[in-house]
């Protein structure tokens, strides 16, 4: 009898239909001190679930706020310095093409002239890796780690090579070139990377 008093006092306080009349889950109630003591138990649990809020807080306001901080913490980076980049990454993407350029049809160099053409269409493919992120700076990122790699083992070899006498300091200065694209690659791409604008659904917070 108390499981089945209790089931129906469980439904009377969720204002559920109860199958036993009032009466005698009044009467069994009285009589019993168990089902006594386990009603107060579940009014107890009940008024504690009822003060307690049943949603979740609303944090539109917050995350909103927090996007319009961050836009316009980006904004105010100056406009100028990334175009000053844009310029240099692409000066540099000229005169790498410059210099570049007659070395295919030239005279033979140090290293033959199938070395040389070799080496020419390199640094040709590589000023115009550099040019294309002058005008597309989303894109320097995808460049960035050619231009790193290139600029560390130019500067290992030769580093090397001037240490061992087999090259004149004088003639390796001219691969500092290297190391000053790869830095003004990565500022680019870092500029481009944080004034890309968030998307709606990250916007929205369901990124």
């Known amino acids: 009898m108390c499981e089945h008093v209790r089931g129906a006092l469980s439904a009377r306080l969720d204002g559920e239909a109860v199958s036993i009349p009032t009466a005698e889950i009044d009467a069994h109630t009285a009589t019993c001190a168990g089902c006594r003591a386990w009603l107060t138990s579940a009014q107890r649990l009940d008024r504690l679930v009822s003060a307690t809020p049943a949603t979740a807080p609303d944090l539109t ?15 105010d980076e100056p406009a100028g310095r990334r175009q ?49 992120a002058a005008l597309r700076p989303e894109r320097a990122r995808a460049l960035l780690p050619i231009a790193i790699v290139l600029a560390l083992c130019l500067a290992v070899t030769s580093a090397v090579d001037v240490a061992g006498g087999r090259a004149a300091a004088v003639h390796e200065i001219g691969h500092l070139a290297a190391v000053v694209q790869a830095a003004a690659l990565w500022a680019l791409g870092r500029g481009a990377y944080r004034n890309t604008p968030l998307t709606t659904a990250a916007a929205a917070g369901r990124g």
Do not use: K
């Not at 706020?65 to 316009?72: K, P, Q, S, Y």
């Open 84 to 132: 000053v980049l844009r310029i240099a990454v692409g000066v540099l993407a000229l005169a790498q093409l410059v210099s570049a350029a007659p070395a295919l049809f030239g005279a033979e160099g140090a290293v033959g002239a199938h070395a040389t053409r070799e080496m020419a269409c390199f640094d040709i493919a590589l000023a115009v890796g550099f040019a294309l």
């Open 61 to 75: 306001a917050s995350v909103l706020a927090a996007v319009a901080a961050d836009e316009r913490r980006r904004s």
